[in-house]
């Protein structure tokens, strides 16, 4: 079915581990996203890119890396992970052409120890 | 300052009733538009309804009504006849700026809505 895929669903790293979070969409949508999502703080924007090679911040994004090499994919990378990066993460993309229409992954849930 | 304000971080609501959960915002941008989202105990993000600032009904979908009143800066999410499969975390979102291209959500931090049978 098409749509955005993220794995993994769950994962557990060592404080200072590195990581990366895999997301794919196979709707040719320009636009992807990064969101962490934590108790009582709703969703937020972690990093985002409207196109292969262009990447930019988000209002979160100490501590994590992007790139987007191809339209399809937008790994999301923990360099050094710290038990304040446990959250649920949440890969979203969308058509630049369209007012709305945002396809989410379905999550992962990381635990950092 | 929040752009997006969810006031309501808990509702209760008996079955077949209707309720209502709030959100309001906040921007300077002629050009806007509103989102909810549902968000089961599974986890995924449900698209629920959208708003245009520019729209002049208040969009329906089915069960969904978005009360859309532009002086006061707020997008009310009514359901009617809850279900109890409407139990779920509720998120408000906003884009600024023209429908199209880069724009970047904002979401509130949610209302969790509980049906009672």
């Known amino acids: 079915n098409a749509g955005v895929t993220q794995t993994p669903k769950f994962q557990v790293l060592k404080t200072g581990q590195s990581m990366t979070l895999q997301c794919a969409q196979d709707?040719?949508?320009?636009?992807m996203s990064w969101y962490r999502q934590d108790p009582g703080m709703g969703l937020r924007l972690i990093h985002y890119?409207?196109?292969?090679?262009?990447?930019d911040q988000g209002e979160v994004p100490n501590g994590y890396n992007v790139s987007r090499s191809t339209t399809e994919d937008f790994p999301l990378r923990l360099l050094s992970a710290a038990p304040s990066q446990t959250s649920v993460y949440f890969c979203?993309?969308?058509?630049?052409?369209?007012?709305?229409?945002?396809?989410f992954g379905s999550g992962t849930r990381l635990t950092v120890v | 300052a929040q752009k997006i304000t969810q006031t309501q971080p808990g509702m209760f609501v008996q079955e077949k009733e209707a309720v209502t959960l709030d959100c309001t915002y906040d921007?300077?941008?002629?050009?806007?538009?509103l989102f909810w989202y549902k968000q089961p105990s599974s986890g995924e993000m449900i698209f629920l309804i959208y708003?245009?600032?520019?729209?002049?009904q208040n969009a329906t979908e089915g069960r969904y009504s978005l009360n859309f009143q532009k002086a006061r800066k707020s997008a009310n999410l009514v359901i009617s006849a809850s279900q109890l499969g409407d139990s779920a975390m509720y998120f408000c979102?906003?884009?600024?700026?023209?429908?199209?291209?880069?724009?970047?959500?904002?979401f509130g931090r949610g209302t969790s809505l509980i049906v009672h049978p």
């Open positions: 979203a993309s969308r058509s630049l052409d369209r007012a709305f229409g945002y396809t």
């Open positions: 709707m040719n949508h320009e636009y």
């Open positions: 890119s409207v196109g292969a090679g262009i990447t």
């Open positions: 921007t300077s941008d002629q050009s806007y538009g």
């Open positions: 708003q245009g600032s520019y729209d002049e």
């Open positions: 979102a906003m884009r600024e700026g023209r429908s199209g291209g880069s724009y970047i959500p904002t």
